[in-house]
């Protein structure tokens, strides 16, 4: 009985056995005309193994890289792509930067500091005014799912001042419910036939029982 321990080790095992065998014996043709046969006829197959790379972009390259990988980088054949070295493929990728968010305000996230941004490059105006609303709005939003609490607009207009480093002011608005933003919701909320009959149910509820009491 052979245990798969003393087997050719898998260079690729989500290609299987039979695949790593077959590129075995590629590599022991004696002529490289009957190795380029071999090799497009492997690659092939991979390709009906794998059919979700055909979904990535220059799977054919990917698949020639790997069968390349699969002959331990040493196979003899005329590839339509070049081989990568071992060297290449074990280089670490360059590390990447977490976004940074200051201090406190890390639950905002990073969409609501490009808003911010867009905001301070904005002339001063109609647009830029309800940019800076919506902001706000969004903000207050992202605090309330945060904290799970209710927060004053004060708090929300301090932050903003904070993050903008001084350069967006709400200070001059009374609340953000009293914004546009809020207002449009309100008033749409009020037009939604839904909401309506949901109120229309709630009163006859209500009258129900005030009937009842003063039967009583």
């Known amino acids: 009985m052979e245990y798969n321990t003393q087997r050719t080790h898998l260079h690729l095992p989500e290609y299987g056995r039979i695949i790593q065998q077959l590129v075995e014996r590629c590599k022991e043709l004696e002529t490289k005309e009957e190795r380029n046969e071999m090799a497009l006829a492997i690659v092939d197959f991979m ?24 002959a331990n980088y040493d196979l003899d054949v005329d590839s339509p792509y070049p081989f990568p070295t071992e060297e290449e493929l074990h280089v ?18 990073k969409s609501i500091l490009q808003l911010i941004d867009k905001a301070i490059e904005l ?17 207050k939003k992202s605090y309330n799912v945060y ?25 001059g608005l009374d609340s953000l419910e ?25 009163n006859k509820k209500r009258n129900f029982h005030t009937n009842n009491k003063n039967r009583k």
């Open 47 to 70: 390709g009906q193994r794998n059919p979700q790379l055909r979904d990535e972009e220059n799977y054919k390259h990917k698949l020639w890289d790997h069968l390349y990988i699969l």
């Open 178 to 202: 009293k914004s546009k933003i809020y207002y449009a919701t309100n008033r749409n909320n009020k037009n939604n036939p839904k909401n309506n009959q949901s109120q229309n149910a709630q």
């Open 92 to 109: 670490k990728p360059s590390r990447m930067e977490y976004p940074k968010l200051q201090g406190d305000f890390k639950f905002y996230g």
């Open 147 to 171: 904290n799970k609490e209710h927060v004053q607009d004060e708090v929300i207009f301090r932050h903003l001042k904070d993050l903008s480093q001084n350069r967006l002011d709400l200070t």
């Open 123 to 139: 002339e001063s105006g109609d647009e830029k005014d309800a940019l800076i609303q919506v902001i706000a709005n969004n903000m």
